[in-house]
């Protein structure tokens, strides 16, 4: 029997990739990075340091480059990429930030696929082709994941999982732990919305079968419990209301 089912177009795929950037772009919570919207066709994936007080260290950055280079070439997110431009620097909250590693991810239609460029930290992450040569700035990064756009069906959450865990070291048990810290700093109906968004977000994340997605399934337990009890807290509250004015 003939299949009359017709592929999306690139352009199609194109944009449903840069839609899921928005709706990424939409949450807050993560413990390793954020995303920053700057049009519809860009934004930055900013990684945050291991920790707070502890800057990435450069000798640890480059030691962990030439092993990603030595041992995982397939992967080569640190290989520069040659014959494409990058959009000119625009001066944004996200690039003046004091820590952080910024990467720049965008869908430009011209080009009919997604590309990742570092925006911050070039002299520590990247490998310069040969020895003595200049770093080049306005190069997207050799991603696995971008490499294989045109074959499979990659979403944003495959091509962060991918930078997060070599641009992190060490690589995070889970690159979407989330900073439950950051729910305690909202108020309560901010935390309804912020934590029903993102309960979406991870199940299409633990979907992808990663390989930590057990651990994914853990955060989803704990974000459920803590999205049901306040929206319980918030119906009593509006009940009370409501039994108070019918008896005044």
């Given at each position: 029997?003939?299949?009359?089912r017709?592929?999306?177009?690139?352009?199609?795929?194109?944009s449903q990739?840069?839609a899921?950037?928005?709706?990424?772009?939409?949450?807050?919570?993560?413990?390793?990075?954020?995303v920053?919207?700057?049009?519809?066709?860009?934004?930055?994936?900013?990684?945050?340091?291991?920790?707070?007080?502890?800057?990435?260290?450069?000798?640890?950055?480059?030691?962990?480059?030439?092993?990603?280079?030595?041992?995982?070439?397939?992967?080569?997110?640190?290989?520069?990429m040659?014959?494409?431009?990058?959009?000119?620097?625009?001066?944004?909250?996200a690039?003046?930030?004091?820590?952080?590693?910024?990467?720049?991810?965008?869908?430009?239609?011209?080009?009919?696929?997604?590309?990742?460029?570092?925006?911050?930290?070039?002299?520590?992450?990247?490998?310069?082709a040969?020895?003595?040569?200049?770093?080049?700035?306005?190069?997207?990064?050799?991603?696995e994941s971008?490499?294989?756009?045109?074959?499979?069906?990659?979403?944003?959450?495959?091509?962060?999982?991918?930078?997060?865990?070599?641009?992190?070291?060490?690589?995070?048990?889970?690159?979407?732990?989330?900073?439950?810290?950051?729910f305690?700093?909202?108020?309560?109906?901010?935390r309804?919305?912020?934590?029903?968004?993102?309960?979406?977000?991870?199940?299409?994340?633990?979907?992808?079968?990663?390989?930590?997605s057990?651990?994914?399934m853990a955060?989803i337990?704990?974000l459920?419990?803590?999205?049901?009890?306040?929206?319980?807290?918030?119906?009593?509250?509006?009940?009370?209301?409501?039994?108070?004015?019918?008896?005044?």
């Open positions: 029997m003939k299949d009359d017709v592929a999306p177009s690139e352009m199609t795929r194109l990739f840069m899921d950037c928005m709706s990424v772009g939409a949450l807050r919570g993560f413990a390793h990075f954020s920053h919207i700057r049009s519809r066709e860009e934004i930055i994936l900013r990684i945050h340091p291991p920790s707070d007080t502890l800057p990435i260290s450069s000798l640890t950055i480059s030691e962990h480059v030439d092993k990603v280079q030595a041992t995982e070439e397939s992967r080569g997110l640190f290989q520069r040659s014959g494409m431009e990058m959009a000119p620097d625009l001066s944004d909250y690039l003046e930030l004091d820590t952080g590693v910024n990467f720049l991810v965008a869908g430009y239609p011209r080009y009919k696929c997604p590309y990742v460029w570092l925006r911050t930290d070039h002299q520590r992450l990247v490998v310069p040969e020895e003595g040569q200049d770093v080049e700035k306005d190069v997207p990064l050799r991603l971008i490499d294989c756009w045109r074959l499979y069906d990659i979403r944003p959450w495959d091509v962060m999982v991918e930078v997060i865990c070599t641009a992190v070291v060490p690589p995070p048990e889970n690159p979407f732990a989330v900073d439950y810290a950051y305690e700093r909202i108020t309560r109906e901010e309804v919305v912020l934590t029903g968004a993102l309960l979406e977000f991870l199940r299409r994340v633990y979907l992808r079968h990663y390989f930590f057990d651990v994914v955060d337990r704990c459920q419990k803590l999205h049901f009890r306040d929206i319980n807290v918030l119906r009593e509250y509006q009940q009370s209301i409501v039994f108070r004015d019918q008896s005044s």
